[in-house]
């Protein structure tokens, strides 16, 4: 293991819940090194793009707003019937493009049958993710816009613990709309309000409000 890579394990075993870490510099070879030694089961989210090494430790409300997250794309594709593949916190990278993310959480719906049963998705011959989502409860993720459009991942959605912004790949870059293209039924402002609900009544009871909201919307 390279005296760097040490480094960064070092960093990231002294990173606070919900703490941001950011190097530069640091070699393509010392980023993939890094993950391989981190392993499968790291909890620590890891952004590479052209040598900047951004390391974020998710905190508590970061991983709620997550799962609700998915609860919700989950439940949107059982009652329209439409195939979703969760690919969770996987690292997509692209070593041609010098980039590398970790989003919070992520899906295939338009291309999910490309991914069934594929143990590993290699960016420079699978299509990214339909769907990625961040969370920013710590830092702020707009930036990430032009870093995903460099890999072409058709949508974003954006939480910053006040609402929700949905954005879609247009020629030229992101374009903020009112609904998801994946999921055409949820709106930006539906998705913030389950979110927001989640805080003061917690994540059973913002679900359940959500499925009554979705059978509403399905008459």
Not at 160 to 168: C, K
Request: hydrophobic share 40%.
């Amino acid at each position: 293991m390279a005296t760097p890579t040490l480094n960064y394990l070092d960093a990231i075993a002294h990173l606070p819940s919900g703490g941001t870490l950011i190097l530069c510099d640091v070699s393509w070879r010392d980023y993939e090194e890094l993950l391989v030694d981190l392993g499968e089961r790291y909890a620590a989210r890891i952004t590479y793009d052209n040598g900047r090494l951004e390391i974020m430790s998710p905190s508590l409300f970061h991983e709620m707003y997550k799962d609700l997250i998915l609860c919700v794309a989950h439940e949107i594709a059982r009652v329209t019937d439409i195939t979703v593949e969760s690919r969770g916190s996987t690292t997509f990278k692209h070593r041609w493009l010098g980039k590398g993310a970790e989003p919070d959480a992520c899906f295939y719906v338009q291309n999910a049958a490309t991914v069934i049963g594929k143990r590993r998705i290699d960016l420079t011959i699978d299509p990214p993710p339909d769907v990625l989502a961040e969370i920013d409860v710590s830092r702020d993720s707009s930036r990430k816009l032009s870093f995903y459009a460099s890999l072409e991942v058709p949508e974003l959605w954006l939480y910053d613990e006040e609402s929700v912004r949905i954005y879609v790949l247009r020629t030229g870059g992101y374009s903020e709309v009112n609904a998801s293209q994946a999921f055409p039924i949820l709106t930006s402002s539906a998705l913030t309000q389950f979110l927001e609900q989640s805080k003061t009544e917690g994540q059973t009871v913002a679900l359940k409000a959500f499925r009554d909201w979705l059978k509403t919307q399905l008459l």
